[in-house]
């Protein structure tokens, strides 16, 4: 059987798509001792990934995402990328903004030169309640709690002015028991505590707040004012419960929740005095050591995208991540601890498909390769063979199959035949499969209904569909080096905006090999009239690169929305690293 990649193409959500809560899906460089200030000075370089969705798993366009200076925005799938961007190893910050949410943030530790996946899932701003300003007084929080405010005890936010109206408050509470907790809360539950030293936390409830005028104008508490946040306890977590409790806020310049005081327990409750408003959360702080593993099927092929979720029996926290392409989780677990690790289906079947109890003690723990068998009925084993618009067998082909938000891609073999398996929360399934011709650059799509166990699909054809991609030649001091990006691998972004058009296309389907290329170039959406490339860059160089002399871009095609934007280009460009290449360019990428 032939070896199952991850699917990834730019009309499907990503199949690798990470939540670093305590884990990384990437090899970190060094084990952090539990007692370690707090350094987060050295810088590497890596690529990050992600999708941002609202609380219904919705993807989220056009939303705002920035890490240090790099700031872009989602495409229609919710998916964002930075390419080989230099950032803080220890803790980058990813910061993502869009009207009527709540800012949503994810700090990621960053491996030398690997990819990292995450997704970030935004809270919606509604359920807004008022109070008077001047008077103050107690009110609810949405999802849970209470916040009690003094009177007089606002100011605006931007310059101190004290705020005499109505103030509108959206607000969260997080269930730390929730099983979006990993996706919806600031940062990865990594902390610095009064004395600037690293930890990880068991949380026991988190809350966020943003106070507006009728203006629509941030608020905040007023300079020697406190408020009373007052968190409820779950049920399930109240024997573990302490008498007090640290209070944490998250810093959104660090990207790590901060040590600010504590909460008393009141009856079913903590409650506690906060001087302004973040994120806020009541946690105990641990110790903690290295941990991974790489998940396998029966036949030795890497489990991707699957979720790794981490309890500590004695407090009941979490840890969560997800695997990569090669099937490994790494990240930090509680010390001296026994842990019950469980391996989760992939979104949105969430279901326990693998369990087993883990001791840490204080040094590092591996537990190698985890074998896990998929049950047989969310298991659908596929086969056919792909023809060309001919009628001849696809050797240099492949087939994607996607159902719901799982996805797989196979190649063809010598005779045009090919063999998948696929993961299903439920079987039967709607699938979309798609037949891929690499030589002639046609696909072809069809629906067909899986059962669990064994699915002949005959013959499929690639045929009928050209698809997208970016095929590129860099030439430094005569030696050439040839990158082509296409489907299905690669994600294709193709936008007219403001009187240029980018076009951006990246592949990672090799393990530890990225490749990437953006452009840009300007002149109307037509194929007439002149076109010249304004900016460049691949992932031959560390950063953007100059055009010393004019480069024309030959335009064949630009239609409208959906259809093709395709031309050519050859031209001189220089970077910090290469100072001098041409770059020979051809291209047909989907307008969005």
Not at 292 to 302: A, E, M, R
Not at 355 to 362: G, I, R
Not at 473 to 489: A, K, L, Q, R
Request: aromatic fraction near 10%.
């Amino acid at each position: 059987m032939h070896s199952v990649k991850i699917f990834r193409a730019s009309l499907l959500l990503m199949a690798l798509v990470t939540t670093l809560t305590l884990f990384n899906s990437c090899k970190r460089n060094t084990i952090y001792d539990p007692g370690t200030t707090f350094d987060n000075s050295q810088t590497t370089q890596g690529t990050i990934f992600g999708q941002i969705v609202a609380e219904d798993g919705t993807p989220i366009k056009d939303a705002d995402v920035k890490v240090g200076s790099n700031v872009c925005k989602t495409d229609n799938n919710g998916v964002f990328h930075f390419s080989k961007i230099t950032t803080a190893q220890n803790a980058t910050l990813i910061t993502v903004t869009k009207a009527n949410y709540f800012t949503g943030y994810r700090t990621l530790r960053i491996s030398t030169n690997k990819d990292h996946y995450t997704r970030i899932m935004m809270i919606e701003m509604k359920n807004a309640v008022t109070f008077n300003a001047i008077t103050g007084g107690t009110v609810n929080v949405n999802g849970g709690g209470s916040i009690t405010f003094p009177a007089n005890s606002v100011v605006y936010k931007s310059n101190g002015t004290p705020y005499n109206g109505t103030v509108t408050m959206y607000s969260k509470w997080l269930d730390p028991t929730g099983n979006t907790l990993n996706e919806l809360m600031p940062g990865d539950l990594r902390a610095i505590d009064a004395n600037n030293a690293e930890k990880i936390l068991a949380s026991f409830g988190m809350m966020g707040v943003e106070l507006f005028d009728n203006s629509n104008t941030p608020l905040q508490l007023a300079t020697g004012k406190t408020a009373k946040l007052s968190f409820p306890i779950p049920s399930s977590l109240a024997p573990y419960a302490p008498n007090s409790i640290p209070f944490w806020y998250f810093d959104a310049v660090t990207g790590m929740w901060k040590e600010d005081g504590s909460a008393t327990k009141q009856g079913n409750s903590y409650v506690g005095d906060v001087k302004h408003f973040t994120w806020w959360n009541c946690d105990i702080p641990g110790p903690f050591v290295n941990f991974d593993l790489i998940l396998t099927d029966n036949l030795g092929s890497p489990l991707s995208n699957l979720h790794v979720r981490v309890t500590n029996a004695a407090t009941t926290g979490q840890a969560h991540g997800y695997t990569n392409g090669a099937g490994m989780v790494t990240g930090n677990i509680p010390a001296n601890a026994t842990l019950t690790l469980d391996v989760l289906a992939p979104y949105p079947c969430n279901n326990v498909i693998y369990t087993q109890t883990v001791t840490t003690l204080s040094s590092p723990i591996s537990l190698g390769t985890v074998i896990v068998t998929v049950p047989s009925v969310n298991l659908a084993t596929i086969t056919g063979t792909v023809l060309d618009c001919s009628g001849n067998p696809v050797s240099n082909g492949y087939v994607g199959i996607t159902t719901g938000l799982n996805a797989v891609i196979v190649p063809t073999n010598a005779t045009g035949a090919f063999n998948a398996s696929l993961y299903s929360c439920t079987l039967p399934a709607s699938s979309t499969v798609t037949a891929y011709d690499m030589t002639a650059s046609e696909s072809g799509s069809s629906t067909v209904t899986l059962n669990s166990g064994m699915n002949n699909l005959g013959a499929l054809t690639a045929c009928g569909t050209q698809f997208q991609y970016i095929t590129w030649t860099s030439t430094v001091s005569g030696i050439p080096t040839i990158t082509t990006i296409n489907e299905p691998f690669g994600l294709f972004y193709g936008n007219f905006a403001s009187g240029t058009t980018s076009i951006t296309a990246e592949d990672s389907s090799s393990l530890g090999s990225f490749h990437y290329i953006n452009f840009t170039f300007n002149g109307l959406d037509l194929t007439t009239g002149a076109h010249d490339v304004v900016s460049y860059q691949d992932h031959l160089e560390n950063g953007p690169c100059t055009t010393p002399t004019t480069i024309p871009v030959t335009v064949t095609s630009y239609q409208a929305v959906g259809g093709y934007i395709s031309g050519s280009f050859t031209g001189a460009v220089s970077g910090g690293t290469i100072p001098l290449r041409t770059i020979t360019c051809n291209f047909k990428v989907k307008r969005q």
